[in-house]
Structure formats: structure tokens, C-alpha cells
């Protein structure tokens, strides 16, 4: 068998000051330095490596996830010649109800987000399948779904997870139904 085509996700575990990082953008939101991209309700910061001043803990975050960019850019072997690098970083601070539609991240290699607070049921983090017309022609009966044959998979976001993936791969995150702020930082890389 040979699954051709499939999508990489990477997934990690790593630790960093998310209190720092959480009254960061917090503050973000009260100065009003926003966007609005796929976030239906919430906030959605203007790009961060653009902002006037850069908490420090922003500065351990991009050594911390360049490293793992590295990583997952040497596992797909791409060319080792060629370095990524951040081209921009926001933070999502969803409330209850607030969601994010489904997109990808154009004009980027790599996409990823850490999830900084997750409290219970702050929806799950959605890939959908590649191809566009895969639930309209495989509308069949599973006897269990799985990453090959599912329209859509799903990750329920921990606290201190990062995930890093294709920026072509479209998804989501759900929304949530928790009465607490889901909080997470986003980034591209080129």
C-alpha cells in the first residue's frame, strides 16, 4: 500500500512562560492591534514581528519553534540549503462561541500554531482532506474512520501543543463552547 499525497503534521510538546505570553496578547487586544482573517468573533492580532514592541518571551517562542521548523523541514527533505524563517506570528484569543473558519495560509511553506490555554471543550483543531471533491465521489459507509479515508480529522489542542504543517493544508478550529478564553499563537514561514 502506499498512501501518495498525504499531508504532515507535526506535533510536539514544548514548554514556555504561556503566562507571559497569554498577558501579552492580552494586552494586543486592548490596544486594538487586530485583523480579522478567519476568526469569526474573537481576536485575531495584526502581525506580531510588526509590532512596536516585542515581549521577550515572543523572542524564546521564535527560537523554540525555529528548531522545530528545522525539524519537520529536514523529515520532508527539502533541500537543507535552504533555511525557513518566520515571516509573521499573531496571536487568536477566542472566547466562548468564537471559532475560526476553514483557510489555509497562502504564500508560505510552513503554517503552525501553539496553543497557549486550552480549557475543556475549547474545540478541536480541524485538517480537511486535499481534495475537493473527496466527499462528494467517497460518500460511503466506513467500518472505521481513519487519517485515509475521513473528510476531515481532528486533534483536541493541549496546552503547550504545537503543531506544524503544509501551509496548503486547509483547516480549522472549532468552535468554542468553553466559558474561557482558547488562546493560541499562529505563524508562517517562508
Known amino acids: 500500500m502506499i498512501n501518495l499525497f498525504s499531508t504532515p503534521i507535526y506535533r510536539k510538546k514544548i514548554i514556555l512562560d504561556d503566562e507571559k505570553i497569554?498577558?501579552?496578547?492580552?494586552?494586543?487586544?486592548?490596544?486594538?492591534?487586530?485583523r480579522k482573517e478567519s476568526n469569526v468573533g474573537g481576536f485575531q492580532s495584526d502581525n506580531i514581528l510588526n509590532y512596536k514592541k516585542i515581549d521577550n518571551e515572543l523572542f524564546v517562542f521564535m527560537e523554540e519553534i525555529k528548531?522545530?521548523?528545522?525539524?519537520?523541514?529536514?523529515?520532508?527533505?527539502?533541500?537543507?540549503n535552504?533555511?525557513?524563517?518566520?515571516?509573521?506570528?499573531?496571536?487568536?484569543?477566542n472566547g466562548h462561541k468564537d471559532l475560526n473558519l476553514k483557510h489555509c495560509h497562502l504564500k508560505s511553506i510552513f503554517s503552525g500554531v501553539y496553543f497557549v490555554?486550552?480549557?475543556d471543550d475549547c474545540g478541536p483543531l480541524k485538517f480537511h482532506h486535499p481534495s475537493p471533491v473527496f466527499e462528494h465521489t467517497w460518500?460511503?459507509?466506513?467500518?472505521?474512520?481513519?487519517?485515509?479515508?475521513?473528510?476531515?480529522?481532528?486533534?483536541?489542542?493541549?496546552?503547550?501543543?504545537l503543531y506544524i504543517f503544509p501551509s496548503w493544508s486547509e483547516h480549522s478550529v472549532e468552535m468554542n463552547r468553553s466559558n474561557k478564553d482558547r488562546i493560541s499563537l499562529a505563524f508562517d514561514t517562508v
Not at 497569554?22 to 487586530?34: A, D, P, S
Not at 528548531?67 to 537543507?80: R, V
Open 22 to 34: 497569554k498577558n501579552f496578547c492580552y494586552k494586543l487586544q486592548n490596544e486594538k492591534y487586530y
Open 67 to 80: 528548531n522545530h521548523i528545522d525539524i519537520f523541514h529536514k523529515y520532508l527533505e527539502l533541500d537543507l
Open 82 to 93: 535552504y533555511k525557513q524563517s518566520i515571516s509573521q506570528i499573531w496571536c487568536n484569543i
Open 117 to 119: 490555554e486550552t480549557p
Open 139 to 161: 460518500n460511503l459507509e466506513r467500518k472505521m474512520w481513519n487519517e485515509i479515508n475521513s473528510t476531515s480529522y481532528n486533534f483536541i489542542p493541549e496546552k503547550g501543543d
